[in-house]
């Protein structure tokens, strides 16, 4: 018997024009790593909501989910938490208490459990978790990946059976995405935990998975073993290729190319059959030095592309020496930051959780205030700005948390709002928001409460709310959070088209598969300030840990390759 099933599940939210859900039939085994992916709002979030009646969304559902062959909404509550653990994306959004030895003991207090089984439970997690070193602090201290490794800590207390996440390292930086990955895999070949889990970045989940969901529009198109699923995408050319890690979209793209697009290029004798597709980086070198070997290209390297050979630009921001801290016996934040972007540039930023990149963008436009040092904005210095002219076509932020700058019943009126005292004529602001609806492909989402939408949506109708303004300057804190990688090239053309009329796009990312496809100029932030910036190209292949996938599998095979595409074009040369 299965120990978690879906029988013919459709949802559908109140007022909604489709179903978020639609016959969905899943049945998951006990052990089981299940990732369930997808576009952006295609039901992985409400998908997997309905395992936690307490967090099941308000609609009206057919069919039944079931725990063990019961109706899960009769198992009773205490087995819920009990048996049934669930890590949301938003690290902060599920902490209750002020420290982390409290975070971890509040579950087995609403269990009722005794004081000797506590402290034992406790002490085990938090030396299993390595939590022991920051056991006594205060949870508003732990950067964004302690609080999710603390999440799942919390979860895992109370010895559930199945653990559920929904796209859990959103918010983490790369290093510890991959530490919280690991963690998660350890706990289910260790404990024998079922896992499902949603996720957008797949480079490293997808490889740990022993089963691959696939959904689209509410229904589950895909199913089955990570290599079986990755073939069956690619031989529908699924739009969700492009999310699948860069193994084996590198291995996959050759053979195709090789074979002429012949129906069976993934079973050419050098990627193998889909049983063999590389899906994790030592698979992929492996298949790449053998590739080399049998198909030894012309040229093994690409330009670096330095940045220093490019013509000279005005600056549109440019940092000296910026000290600020948030309190005035607090530590500092921002220690002697310097940074210099210029004008019609994408120039991404990317580091580690709480090193101080979002107090920058803060700074930038005066939300934050620096004790210490110069900012430049737009070609004069921030504090001779008057605060309307700053924010009335010149600097725009989309803050890290979308869920801020909405206040409206339905997302039109919030992208009107922005439309209202910019004197435009009824025709004109008609026009200006369906453009930006378009570009942003939020127009089936514009009667729907912003707080209805998925991670990915929310992003897309705070993006357009922002570029109503017009700014000449976009600041963007995680702007690519939530989104699938369909969604994230178009994104790229939105901000090519920005600049291209002038606007600068300066954004704090931890995708770095982003950064390397399509920033100009890319820079390191640790421990208050900039430590190195180059071009894309030459910042990322010059990098261990802070770089692409591409760029790990192709070193000491390939020079200066840093995306996909990079390692696909020296293959075929």
């Known amino acids: 018997m299965a120990l978690l099933a879906f029988e013919h599940v459709t ?15 899943l049945a998951v085994e006990p052990g089981q790593f299940m990732v369930v992916c997808g576009p952006s709002g295609c039901g992985k979030t409400t998908l997997l909501r309905h395992l936690k009646p307490a967090l099941a969304p308000h609609g009206a559902r057919e069919g039944r989910v079931l725990f063990e062959g019961a109706p899960l909404e009769e198992v009773p509550a205490r087995e819920q938490v009990a048996r049934l653990g669930f890590v949301m994306q938003d690290p902060d959004a599920q902490l209750v208490t002020d420290s982390v030895w409290h975070e971890l003991a509040f579950v087995l207090e609403s269990l009722g459990c005794d004081q000797r089984t506590m402290r034992v439970r406790v002490a085990e997690m938090a030396s299993y978790f390595g939590i022991q070193h920051w056991f006594h602090r205060r949870v508003d201290t732990l950067s964004g990946g302690q609080k999710q490794l603390l999440n799942l800590a919390s979860a895992m207390v109370a010895r559930p059976e199945v653990l559920v996440l929904d796209e859990p390292t959103a918010q983490l930086d790369p290093l510890a995405a991959s530490d919280f990955l690991v963690t998660v895999h350890k706990i289910n070949r260790e404990l024998g935990t079922t896992v499902v889990m949603s996720e957008h970045r797949l480079e490293e989940a997808y490889a740990l998975a022993d089963r691959v969901v696939v959904m689209d529009a509410g229904r589950v198109v895909a199913d089955g073993a990570p290599q079986v699923v990755a073939e069956a995408l690619f031989r529908s050319e699924s739009p969700m290729r492009a999310a699948l890690p ?19 290029a993934l079973a050419s004798e050098t990627c193998g059959a889909a049983d063999r597709l590389p899906l994790t980086v030592r698979e992929g070198r492996a298949w790449l030095a053998a590739e080399v070997a049998a198909h030894p290209p012309t040229r093994r390297a ?17 940092l000296e020496g910026v000290w600020l801290r ?3 016996d607090g530590a500092d934040v921002l220690k002697g930051t310097t940074l210099a972007v210029p004008e019609g540039s994408l120039f991404a930023v990317v580091g580690g959780n709480g090193t101080g990149k979002s107090t920058m963008l803060r700074a930038l436009c005066g939300i934050a205030r620096s004790y210490r040092g110069k900012i430049t904005v737009l070609g004069r210095r921030l504090k001779d700005w008057k605060r309307g002219d700053l924010f009335h076509g010149g600097v725009a932020l989309l803050p890290q948390d979308p869920q801020s700058l909405m206040a409206k019943k339905t997302v039109r009126d919030e992208l009107e709002e922005m439309l209202a005292h910019r004197g435009l004529s009824a025709e004109q602001r008609a026009t200006a928001l369906a453009e930006v609806a378009t570009a942003t492909e939020i127009e089936p989402l514009l009667s729907a409460h912003p707080f209805d939408l998925s991670g990915g949506e929310l992003q897309r109708a705070a993006l357009a709310k922002v570029l109503l303004t017009r700014p000449r300057l976009l ?8 989104l699938d990688a369909a969604f994230k090239e178009r994104l790229a053309r939105i901000f090519r088209r920005l600049a291209a009329r002038g606007t600068t796009v300066l954004m704090v990312s931890h995708d770095v598969e982003f950064c ?12 208050g300030g900039i430590v190195a910036a180059d071009a894309s190209r030459p910042f990322f292949a010059s990098n261990s840990f802070y770089t692409t996938a591409a760029s790990r599998m192709s070193r000491g095979l390939f020079d200066n390759a840093v995306t996909a595409e990079d390692v696909v074009n020296l293959c075929l040369s």
């Open 475 to 482: 600041l963007l804190d995680e702007p690519t959070k939530g």
């Open 11 to 25: 949802f559908r939210y109140p007022g909604a024009a489709r179903a978020a859900l639609r016959e969905v039939n």
């Open 302 to 318: 690409l330009p670096d592309d330095c940045a220093a050979d490019a013509p000279s630009a005005p600056l549109a921001v440019e």
């Open 246 to 264: 860069v193994p084996v979209r590198v291995c996959a793209t050759v053979e195709e190319s090789r074979a002429d697009g012949r129906a069976d």
């Open 516 to 527: 390397a496809s399509f920033a100009d100029a890319c820079a390191l932030f640790f421990d």
């Open 326 to 328: 948030y309190e005035r």
